[in-house]
């Protein structure tokens, strides 16, 4: 596997502004691996320990200001001997340990020149209760599902990567059609590690599903897990619901569609766990493309999604042989697949991403974000249909400096600042925008 997540690590540890990093991102996205290979492969050593059923390191933080005190007992527990230039600290599953986050706040102030990165649930970070959090005494990095062209890359395609990377889109329009075939995959298999080590391995789809279905079934765990029996049945319900209002023409999440007569304050608690744990995305509606854009949000209005293709297609039931039916997969759930995959490329490197409507709801863009300078209206097409009407209709309103529209066609830069860039390379949306 190759993270290109290890590139931000890397510049963290050479950064002069260095801090204990805290990677946050949802279960089972590869936080722990990737931690690891890092030390691997970048320090001499590495001193992992994990508070996951650990009473005894739970306790040993309970003096959290002692530091030098800690730190001799994480070597005894990683049986290394840390050196603060060539040794890599890991705290896995801090959430289980409060105390162990408030520590950072002291290994900073102190210890500085010690290299820590701790990890854990997304959930039991943002909901750090009991003892202070060490604001402003730690750096952040979020890790997501992995990325098409990691895809690409664990399936030995380094040097497609590589022209995708480089923008050589003659190379690129090539080979589309092989593109295109590992588009299909990936909508199917998604980004999660173990998932797609799989694939890679055994090329099993029956498997692939099995393991989807596995993740899935502790996602469920957790909502019982980590809340009352009221709240955990809420959050299943939006949960369950994801798929079928993203099937939807109007992909507007409606809380009555949940339940008959549900209002926004039965649930707020349900879809505020499950942002908080990094299992959906919440895109707002924005009813004017200015900048800031995020002045501009209507909060109450807004689309949801999972946190990855190959899940929602595995709540959704979606068969294993729609992938061989030409573009069925593209078009499946009237495109919904199609704009979870844009989704969760944009997400990578892009935070502030809403989504358009017309005043009267007539027109639509199903993304707009801010690079840089630019309001970016991304209008997503699942196959090779590049009608556009919500997209026209944006441009002839508020007469953008660029404008995207991504489909399977090739990439294009037509008059207006309109540019085609194919999904296969979306993720690259920014350089492609910004180097031209």
């Known amino acids: 596997?190759?993270?290109?997540?290890?590139?931000?690590?890397?510049?963290?540890?050479?950064?002069?502004?260095?801090?204990?990093?805290?990677?946050?991102?949802?279960?089972?996205?590869?936080?722990?691996?990737?931690?690891?290979?890092?030390?691997?492969?970048?320090?001499?050593k590495t001193a992992y320990?994990?508070?996951?059923?650990?009473?005894?390191?739970?306790?040993?933080?309970?003096?959290?200001t002692n530091v030098k005190e800690l730190l001799t007992k994480?070597?005894?527990e990683?049986?290394?001997?840390?050196?603060?230039?060539?040794?890599?600290?890991?705290?896995?599953?801090?959430?289980?340990?409060?105390?162990?986050?408030?520590?950072?706040?002291?290994?900073?102030?102190?210890?500085?020149e010690l290299h820590i990165i701790v990890a854990g649930s997304l959930l039991g970070l943002s909901h750090h209760n009991g003892t202070g959090f060490p604001v402003g005494k730690v750096n952040f990095m979020t890790?997501?599902?992995?990325?098409?062209?990691?895809?690409?890359?664990?399936?030995?395609?380094?040097?497609?990567?590589?022209?995708?990377?480089?923008?050589?889109?003659?190379?690129?329009?090539?080979?589309?059609?092989?593109?295109i075939n590992y588009l299909r995959y990936y909508y199917f298999v998604g980004g999660m590690p173990e998932v797609v080590q799989a694939f890679v391995e055994n090329r099993d789809f029956?498997?692939?599903?099995?393991?989807?279905?596995?993740?899935?079934?502790?996602?469920?765990?957790?909502f019982s897990k980590h809340t009352d029996s009221n709240t955990a049945e809420r959050i299943k319900m939006v949960w369950d619901s994801i798929s079928s209002q993203l099937a939807k023409e109007n992909k507007k999440f409606i809380y009555n569609a949940i339940k008959t007569g549900a209002r926004a304050k039965d649930f707020?608690?349900?879809?505020?766990?499950?942002?908080?744990?990094?299992?959906?995305?919440?895109?707002?509606?924005?009813?004017?493309?200015?900048?800031?854009?995020?002045?501009?949000?209507?909060?109450?209005?807004?689309?949801?999604?999972?946190?990855?293709?190959?899940?929602?297609?595995?709540?959704?039931?979606?068969?294993a042989k729609a992938i061989l039916e030409d573009n069925r997969i593209f078009t499946e759930f009237k495109g919904s697949l199609t704009e979870q995959y844009v989704l969760q490329q944009l997400k990578i490197n892009l935070s502030d991403i809403h989504y358009w409507t017309s005043k009267s709801y007539v027109?639509?863009?199903?993304?707009?974000?801010?690079?840089?300078?630019?309001?970016?209206?991304?209008?997503?097409?699942?196959?090779?249909?590049?009608?556009?009407?919500?997209?026209?209709?944006?441009?002839?309103?508020?007469?953008?400096q660029k404008a995207v529209r991504t489909s399977l066609s090739d990439y294009k830069i037509n008059k207006n600042g309109l540019y085609d860039i194919p999904l296969y390379v979306i993720e690259n949306v920014s350089t492609h925008l910004l180097g031209n």
């Open 49 to 64: 320990v994990t508070f996951d059923r650990n009473e005894n390191l739970q306790k040993a933080f309970t003096d959290y």
């Open 78 to 112: 990683a049986q290394i001997k840390v050196t603060a230039d060539d040794t890599l600290i890991i705290f896995d599953e801090i959430q289980e340990c409060p105390d162990a986050i408030t520590s950072l706040k002291y290994f900073q102030e102190k210890m500085p």
């Open 363 to 400: 027109a639509e863009v199903d993304f707009v974000t801010q690079i840089e300078d630019y309001v970016v209206p991304i209008e997503v097409k699942a196959t090779t249909n590049l009608k556009a009407k919500s997209l026209q209709q944006y441009i002839k309103d508020y007469s953008p």
């Open 143 to 179: 890790l997501y599902p992995m990325s098409f062209k990691e895809f690409l890359n664990a399936n030995g395609e380094e040097l497609l990567v590589q022209a995708i990377n480089e923008n050589k889109f003659d190379t690129i329009s090539t080979f589309s059609s092989k593109l």
């Open 1 to 44: 596997m190759k993270r290109e997540a290890i590139n931000q690590l890397i510049e963290w540890k050479s950064s002069k502004r260095r801090k204990p990093l805290i990677l946050q991102g949802a279960r089972q996205v590869g936080k722990t691996w990737l931690m690891q290979e890092f030390g691997k492969t970048h320090y001499k």
């Open 74 to 76: 994480i070597e005894i």
């Open 206 to 222: 029956n498997e692939v599903r099995k393991i989807q279905e596995e993740i899935i079934s502790s996602y469920n765990s957790d």
């Open 268 to 319: 707020e608690i349900a879809l505020a766990w499950l942002r908080d744990s990094g299992l959906v995305y919440k895109v707002t509606r924005i009813s004017k493309p200015n900048l800031p854009i995020k002045s501009y949000e209507d909060i109450d209005v807004f689309k949801l999604y999972v946190l990855d293709v190959g899940i929602l297609c595995a709540l959704s039931k979606l068969p």
